[in-house]
């Protein structure tokens, strides 16, 4: 749990034995998202504004998973979007998107990447959604060890 500024997020880190770049490509590439993101890819043309959508199939159909917009965008640095799940319960209205952001920090030819989601205090039914988000400690980490094994092993 990350409470700085008296704020709700979920955050996690992990350092990666690949270059920032490969890093990048990997958040961004829809062919790499697909392999750690539960079969899902992204869709965007990565400019501020623009949509993110985030697709897979479910039960032989296409499907919209997670939706928002990118809100800053650093190639191999920084990439901020909005996120919300469209097939929630939560009503679709800007006051409740979360902001997913990742940060590169290169190391040589490793990279550190750090993940925050939040601010839960800020969303309809913000306990209940981080709790699902934080999965019981987990927060991110699975996800991020998932991008750490296909980089190193590719």
Same mark, same amino acid.
């Given at each position: 749990? @990350?409470?700085?500024?008296? =704020?709700? @997020?979920?955050?996690?880190?992990?350092?990666?034995?690949?270059?920032?770049?490969?890093?990048?490509?990997?958040?961004?590439?829809?062919? =790499?998202?697909?392999?750690?993101? %539960?079969?899902?890819?992204?869709? &965007?043309?990565?400019?501020?504004?623009?949509?993110?959508?985030?697709?897979?199939?479910?039960?032989?159909?296409?499907?919209? %998973?997670?939706?928002?917009?990118?809100?800053?965008?650093?190639?191999?640095?920084?990439?901020?979007?909005?996120?919300?799940?469209?097939? &929630?319960?939560?009503?679709?209205?800007?006051? @409740?998107?979360?902001?997913?952001?990742?940060?590169?920090?290169?190391?040589?030819?490793?990279?550190?990447?750090?993940?925050?989601?939040?601010?839960?205090?800020?969303?309809?039914?913000?306990?209940?959604?981080?709790?699902?988000?934080?999965?019981?400690? =987990?927060?991110?980490?699975?996800?991020?060890?998932?991008?750490?094994?296909?980089?190193?092993?590719?």
């Amino acid at each position: 749990m @990350n409470t700085r500024d008296n =704020q709700l @997020n979920v955050k996690s880190s992990i350092r990666i034995n690949a270059t920032a770049d490969r890093v990048w490509d990997a958040l961004t590439n829809p062919e =790499q998202t697909k392999k750690y993101m %539960f079969g899902c890819e992204t869709v &965007s043309d990565w400019t501020i504004g623009s949509p993110l959508l985030w697709k897979g199939q479910y039960e032989g159909k296409d499907m919209v %998973f997670v939706k928002g917009h990118i809100v800053k965008i650093e190639p191999g640095t920084l990439l901020a979007y909005t996120t919300i799940d469209p097939n &929630s319960d939560i009503e679709d209205i800007p006051e @409740n998107y979360l902001t997913v952001t990742y940060d590169l920090y290169p190391e040589k030819d490793e990279t550190i990447l750090t993940v925050i989601q939040g601010d839960y205090k800020k969303v309809a039914d913000g306990d209940r959604r981080y709790k699902e988000a934080y999965n019981e400690g =987990q927060g991110w980490n699975p996800i991020l060890v998932e991008i750490k094994k296909m980089l190193e092993t590719d």
